[in-house]
């Protein structure tokens, strides 16, 4: 049953930390971790390893204060919690892609705290189509393979590395399967499930995922299970940054409204393509220059510019595609390039005639039920009741 598969990717989202943790000690694996998804896992892969990305928690903030402002990104204040409280003691290595300010003073204070750990950096490219960018973030990831094999004493080899793209690669297929299924029987899955789904593809080894996924494909396919009544509910598109949480999607779910898609960082951004870089899928090609161009063609958020691809436009094709009804923004606080992002989006909505609704909130926030009045009153305003 898709039930037992789903409790497991829920199982595996509320462990994220400690299962890793787990596998280290039972298999000698060593574990990595990143912090955003412009960060090319396929080498920590082939490097017979296991990266996993770090999302922050809901934890109280007891040793943070002392290293970083309390106005700051609750995601990376909630990050460097984990490492100063010992959670992510088991981790080898971290890895850091510049993409957001925040992210970047992250990286230099993990690196002065945290000075027997591998910390390395990839610059990413902010323009993605600019004539200079390929290149440029191709000597970047051979850069860090180089650095990574001198720190392991290794060498990755050509084939591995094509033996994890693949991997990888068919990770993001059954993951597009699965929301293409949702949005085409909409109300058997939750949004929740679909948040837990994707969230656990990047704590546990991308094999153990992709047969959890095909489990789920199988069954979705077989069962006759009866969606839930969807005429008197607003289908909702979620769009933001990083959603951790899957209690604040099952609030709005209990508040009369149906997720159909989403564009979040933890959701189907982490999958998908937004322009056609990445090179004919062959072994005979530099396995490098592929994850390049893969990574420079990944649906750019709110840190990249590309002249070729527009959010707005993004944004309304997803609505319309899923046939929404409206928009729920999940938008973490003191987040700057979200912020910014934000009227430009809802201007697109507004005047294709479409609602939309801001939930901002941190990573510390306890309980999401105040939000349920919110939604409620939007679910109203949208079905015109």
Not at 177 to 200: F, P
Not at 232 to 239: H, N, Q, S, W
Not at 303 to 313: A, I, L, M, W
Not at 368 to 380: L, N, W
């Amino acid at each position: 049953m898709e039930e037992d598969v789903l409790l497991r990717f829920s199982e595996i989202c509320e462990n994220r930390y400690e299962l890793p943790k787990q596998l280290k000690a039972e298999s000698g694996k060593r574990v990595f971790g990143y912090f955003c998804t412009y960060f090319p896992a396929e080498l920590i892969h082939a490097a017979g390893m296991l990266p996993i990305r770090i999302l922050g928690d809901r934890r109280k903030l007891l040793y943070t204060e002392a290293h970083m402002p309390s106005f700051g990104c609750s995601f990376v204040r909630s990050a460097l919690e984990l490492g100063l409280d010992g959670t992510l003691d088991y981790l080898d290595g971290v890895i850091f892609s510049h993409t957001c300010d925040s992210n970047r003073v992250l990286s230099d204070i993990w690196r002065q705290i945290f000075k027997n750990q591998f910390v390395a950096n990839i610059i990413f490219p902010v323009k993605l189509n600019n004539p200079h960018s390929y290149q440029f973030l191709l000597e970047e990831i051979k850069s860090f393979k180089s650095k990574l094999e001198e720190y392991l004493g290794i060498s990755i080899k050509r084939d591995k590395l094509w033996e994890s793209i693949q991997i990888y690669e068919k990770n993001r297929e059954l993951l597009k399967a699965v929301y293409l299924w949702r949005r085409e029987n909409q109300g058997i899955l939750r949004g929740s499930d679909i948040l837990n789904m994707v969230i656990s593809s990047m704590v546990i080894p991308k094999e153990e995922h992709n047969k959890l996924l095909e489990e789920l494909i199988s069954n979705l396919k077989q069962n006759k299970v009866s969606p839930r009544e969807t005429e008197a509910l607003a289908r909702v598109v979620l769009t933001g940054n990083i959603c951790a949480f899957p209690d604040i999607i099952n609030v709005i779910e209990d508040s009369n409204a149906l997720v159909v898609d989403d564009n979040l960082c933890t959701g189907s951004r982490y999958f998908l393509d937004g322009a056609n870089y990445a090179q004919d899928f062959h072994r005979g090609g530099d396995p490098l220059a592929y994850i390049a161009r893969k990574y420079l063609g990944k649906s750019p958020c709110p840190t990249k510019y590309d002249s070729e691809f527009s959010r707005e436009q993004a944004l309304l094709d997803m609505v319309e595609t899923s046939k929404a009804d409206g928009v729920v923004f999940l938008l973490l606080r003191s987040c700057d390039p979200y912020s910014f992002d934000y009227p430009l989006l809802k201007k697109a909505l507004d005047k294709q005639g479409y609602p939309s609704l801001v939930i901002d909130y941190d990573q510390q926030t306890a309980s999401f039920q105040q939000v349920q009045t919110r939604v409620e009153a939007f679910v109203e305003i949208v079905k015109g009741v």
